[in-house]
């Protein structure tokens, strides 16, 4: 095809909408009191980082999980685990697959969400023991603990009092411990243990790997979190505690995510009514809309232009400082930016300063593992991101484009030359000569 990355970058943006819509409106019924299995709330994860693979919300749920490497990012996903040969997951996921399993065979079964641990809890039917059978009297329901990601016996109660009591958590908590947590609170715990597989692992890989080993990526499952975490809160959590999470949640949408902007609007606007960040929200949104209604500043190649812009788009190359990967998306022929970041960046200091060709780049780069939540969420965004680069420091052109990089380029591209190694431009309305 002629416009193959094109095409394939658009229909992968547009599936990933179709399925990020289901998922919040799964969270969103979650959020306003209708009935949502456990296993189609944890699902809805899934469907931040599917893009093409098996795994839709209607996907019969079977399988079992083990206790390979506690904190891999995909160990937090339960369709993941159902369709992977090891059937790695959290002992949440684990759980989210006993109960569902268990209510198909009639069973009552709800998971348990203990400190540092999730435990399933088996309920015998009103009127009935554990085993079925009838009871004459008006005894409360019996119940069982069961730990379906180390065994297959049941957890005594007792065992798990004394862990408390281990904790230091008196006798009149327990018995909150100990029941059932509702769907919404196995959602957010689901996302905070998101955030914490991507603060410990970070999912560092070289850009050549193959799209295998690129599933789950860390900036849909933050994204992802997020959105649970926005639409669940805690009981008594503060709007203005969640509205920390909606500066990240536009830079995503405004750097990856376009098309959830009337996702945004019809789901995260209500929540912020009479309320300072409204007005805020709705200029960004405003501002996305307009976005690809203005008219383009149009750059010919004057003969001028040609002799000090050395590199033309689509030119795939290496930065000599910190060596990621990047293809020019857009050029100046000296540095347009404003006074204040050519001072924060240093530019007068660089061995050209200011008076060289400056680049607009869309890079990928592997951000550093130990990183604080706020930097991994700006660095999730960044890591798929367009930068500023001098003249000076693109070195390498003509490298690979790797397969990341192949992933996001057709926003700008229309396929990859394998010949002249660079990619042919889909902004000529820009950018007429290159």
Same mark, same amino acid.
């Given at each position: 095809?002629?416009?193959?990355? =094109?095409?394939g970058?658009?229909?992968?943006?547009v599936?990933?909408?179709?399925?990020?819509? =289901?998922?919040?409106?799964?969270?969103?019924?979650?959020?306003?009191?209708?009935?949502?299995?456990?296993?189609?709330?944890?699902?809805?994860?899934?469907?931040? +980082?599917?893009?093409?693979?098996?795994?839709?919300?209607?996907?019969?749920?079977?399988?079992?999980?083990?206790?390979?490497?506690?904190?891999n990012?995909?160990?937090?996903?339960?369709?993941?685990?159902l369709?992977?040969?090891?059937?790695?997951?959290l002992?949440?996921?684990?759980?989210?697959?006993?109960? /569902?399993?268990?209510?198909?065979?009639?069973?009552?079964?709800?998971?348990?969400?203990?400190?540092?641990?999730?435990?399933?809890?088996?309920?015998?039917?009103?009127?009935?023991?554990?085993?079925?059978?009838? &009871?004459?009297?008006?005894s409360?329901?019996?119940?069982?603990?069961?730990?379906?990601?180390?065994?297959?016996? !049941?957890?005594?109660?007792?065992s798990?009092?004394?862990?408390?009591?281990?904790?230091?958590?008196?006798?009149?908590?327990?018995?909150?411990?100990?029941?059932?947590?509702?769907?919404?609170?196995?959602?957010?715990?689901?996302? %905070?243990?998101? @955030?914490?597989?991507? %603060?410990?692992?970070?999912?560092v *890989?070289?850009?050549?790997? /193959?799209?295998?080993?690129?599933?789950?990526?860390?900036?849909?499952?933050?994204?992802?979190?997020?959105? =649970?975490?926005?639409?669940?809160?805690?009981?008594?959590?503060? &709007?203005? *505690?969640?509205?920390?999470?909606?500066?990240?949640?536009l830079?995503?949408?405004e750097? %990856?995510?376009?098309?959830?902007?009337?996702?945004?609007?019809?789901?995260?606007?209500?929540? $912020?009514?009479?309320?300072?960040?409204?007005? %805020?929200?709705?200029? =960004?949104?405003?501002?996305?809309?307009?976005?690809? /209604?203005?008219?383009?500043?149009?750059?010919?190649?004057?003969?001028?232009?040609?002799?000090?812009?050395? $590199?033309? @788009?689509g030119?795939?190359?290496?930065?000599?400082?910190?060596n990621?990967?990047? +293809?020019?998306?857009?050029?100046?022929?000296?540095?347009?930016?404003?006074?204040?970041?050519? /001072?924060?960046?240093?530019?007068?200091?660089?061995?050209?300063?200011?008076?060289?060709?400056?680049?607009?780049?869309?890079?990928?780069?592997?951000?550093?593992? *130990?990183?604080?939540?706020?930097? &991994?969420?700006?660095?999730?965004? !960044?890591?798929?991101? +367009?930068?500023?680069v001098?003249?000076e420091? @693109?070195?390498?052109?003509?490298?690979?484009?790797?397969?990341? &990089?192949?992933?996001?380029?057709?926003?700008?591209?229309?396929?990859? !030359?394998?010949?002249?190694?660079?990619?042919?431009?889909? @902004?000529?309305?820009?950018?007429?000569?290159?």
């Open positions: 095809s002629e416009k193959i990355v =094109a095409h970058y658009y229909s992968d943006a599936l990933g909408a179709v399925h990020r819509t =289901a998922a919040v409106h799964e969270w969103v019924k979650l959020k306003d009191g209708q009935p949502v299995s456990l296993e189609r709330a944890l699902a809805a994860f899934d469907q931040f +980082v599917l893009h093409d693979q098996e795994g839709d919300l209607d996907e019969q749920l079977t399988g079992v999980a083990d206790d390979s490497n506690y904190h990012l995909q160990n937090n996903f339960i369709g993941l685990a369709g992977s040969n090891g059937h790695a997951a002992p949440l996921i684990s759980v989210g697959i006993f109960c /569902s399993v268990a209510r198909r065979f009639g069973l009552i079964a709800e998971p348990c969400g203990f400190p540092f641990h999730v435990y399933a809890i088996v309920i015998a039917h009103d009127g009935q023991t554990l085993d079925g059978r009838s &009871l004459n009297d008006d409360p329901s019996a119940m069982m603990y069961m730990d379906p990601f180390r065994s297959e016996t !049941e957890v005594p109660r007792r798990l009092e004394a862990q408390l009591r281990t904790m230091g958590v008196p006798s009149v908590g327990h018995h909150m411990l100990l029941g059932v947590s509702s769907t919404a609170q196995m959602v957010r715990r689901t996302a %905070q243990n998101i @955030i914490r597989s991507i %603060q410990t692992t970070r999912n *890989h070289d850009l050549n790997v /193959s799209t295998e080993m690129l599933y789950p990526e860390s900036e849909g499952a933050l994204y992802g979190a997020l959105w =649970a975490l926005l639409l669940l809160p805690e009981e008594d959590e503060a &709007l203005f *505690h969640r509205a920390r999470y909606l500066p990240y949640i830079d995503h949408l750097k %990856q995510y376009a098309f959830d902007i009337a996702l945004v609007t019809t789901h995260v606007l209500p929540l $912020f009514d009479d309320s300072p960040h409204l007005d %805020q929200l709705r200029d =960004a949104l405003r501002v996305m809309r307009a976005g690809d /209604s203005m008219p383009k500043q149009v750059k010919p190649r004057t003969r001028d232009i040609s002799n000090s812009v050395q $590199f033309k @788009i030119q795939v190359f290496r930065h000599k400082r910190y990621y990967r990047g +293809v020019i998306t857009g050029w100046d022929v000296e540095c347009a930016a404003g006074e204040t970041w050519m /001072s924060q960046m240093g530019v007068d200091r660089l061995s050209r300063g200011r008076h060289q060709s400056f680049y607009h780049v869309l890079y990928v780069s592997s951000p550093s593992t *130990h990183i604080t939540i706020c930097e &991994l969420i700006v660095a999730s965004v !960044e890591d798929k991101s +367009v930068r500023y001098a003249e420091n @693109i070195v390498d052109v003509g490298i690979d484009a790797g397969v990341k &990089l192949m992933s996001l380029a057709g926003r700008h591209f229309k396929r990859w !030359e394998r010949v002249s190694r660079t990619f042919i431009s889909n @902004i000529k309305d820009e950018y007429p000569n290159d």
